[in-house]
């Protein structure tokens, strides 16, 4: 979530429109008690926290000059209200990405006494310089991999998503077999209608697990789709063909990241698609919220407690496919 977006839509003003929208979604007591039941702390013979929600997408620290400061014990605070187990805390190490840096030495700092519930990811920018080519880059990756690092991300550097410089870091991802999550808009990982460049990085690494993030990825979600609308939130019914659906059907290493008023936008502007994109792609969807800043107001935790999903979908989005792919 950035500044840039806000020019599209007040994120304040967003959030109201995207509740109105989340009213025509299918609803019911039913839902409502699903969404509230304390979840088990334990499955598939594993031991969590308790807790509904895994949350792919959070960060810590000051990331824009409009926000505020978040600590640690002020995430997880939140996340109790919000009925969170875990929440994956990312840095942000491009330009592009955020007014203060968040690097993966502060972001491994900052939740190592709470990796119970705060997973972290590591970055760096497609830009810096490093000797030693491949292998080395591998090697610096691996540095934070042995301090705890379970997938790489934001991924939000200023170059086109198959920049020779990105695809190196993909590849580095692969061997070591780190998720990579990336923002994609017209200023970061940018790309063109349909997504030909994501094709490219999944074709040419199918072994590297890529996580969608960002409005030009959930613009993606209707076909249609003009080279401004990767730059925004487009509105209204969500036409047939749509580059999310298309590449999530021919690469199976392709999930998506529902946070944000991107991701929510995405699932609210057409009710009855979003709901069955839901259910459709249950095995490829991850629960987020984007959230950075204390008070901050996010979508997601409404619309999905309103909106009325099959338990097994549920189960999947908003915690299943983010432990199966994090390894937690």
């Known amino acids: 979530m950035n500044p840039a977006e806000s020019v599209a839509v007040n994120r304040r003003d ?63 605070k939140w996340m109790d209200e919000n009925d969170i187990a875990q929440s994956v805390v990312l840095p942000l190490t491009s330009p592009e990405s955020s007014s203060f840096l968040l690097t993966s030495d502060f972001v491994l700092q900052e939740t190592k006494p709470y990796r119970d519930r705060l997973v972290p990811f590591c970055s760096v920018d497609p830009r810096t310089s490093y000797t030693g080519g491949q292998k080395g880059l591998v090697s610096m990756l691996k540095r934070w991999v042995d301090l705890g690092a379970k997938g790489f991300g934001e991924h939000k550097p200023g170059v086109k998503m198959d920049d020779p410089r990105n695809m ?7 061997e070591l077999e780190l998720p990579v999550l990336f923002h994609l808009d017209e200023q970061r990982n940018m790309d063109a209608p349909g997504l030909p460049g994501l094709a490219k990085a999944l074709q040419e690494h199918p072994k590297t697990v890529f996580i969608g993030h ?25 036409a047939p ?3 999310i659906d298309t590449l999530m059907e021919k690469f199976p290493n392709l999930f998506g990241d529902l946070s944000a008023g991107s991701g929510a936008g995405a699932i ?13 792609r249950a095995d490829r969807l991850m629960f987020g919220t984007d959230y950075l ?3 901050q107001k996010v979508p997601q935790i409404d619309l ?4 009325d999903l099959p338990a097994e979908v549920a189960s999947q989005v908003f915690r299943d496919n983010a432990r199966r792919v994090l390894k937690l």
């Open 293 to 295: 800043s204390p008070g």
């Open 304 to 307: 999905f407690r309103q909106i």
């Open 168 to 174: 190196a870091l993909y590849a580095a991802c692969q």
């Open 214 to 238: 960002g409005p030009g990825w959930w613009a993606s979600i209707s076909g249609e789709v003009k080279q401004a609308d990767l730059a925004g939130y487009p509105g209204g019914p969500v």
């Open 14 to 76: 967003f959030c109201q429109r995207v509740l109105v929208g989340a009213a025509g979604l299918a609803l019911g007591s039913r839902a409502c008690e699903r969404a509230t039941a304390a979840e088990p702390a334990a499955a598939n013979g594993k031991q969590y926290p308790p807790g509904r929600y895994v949350d792919v997408h959070t960060h810590l620290g000051q990331t824009w000059n409009s926000t505020e400061p978040l600590s640690a014990t002020g995430l997880l």
């Open 268 to 280: 609210t502007r057409d009710p009855k698609f979003g709901r069955d994109f839901l259910i459709r």
């Open 241 to 243: 063909g749509g580059a």
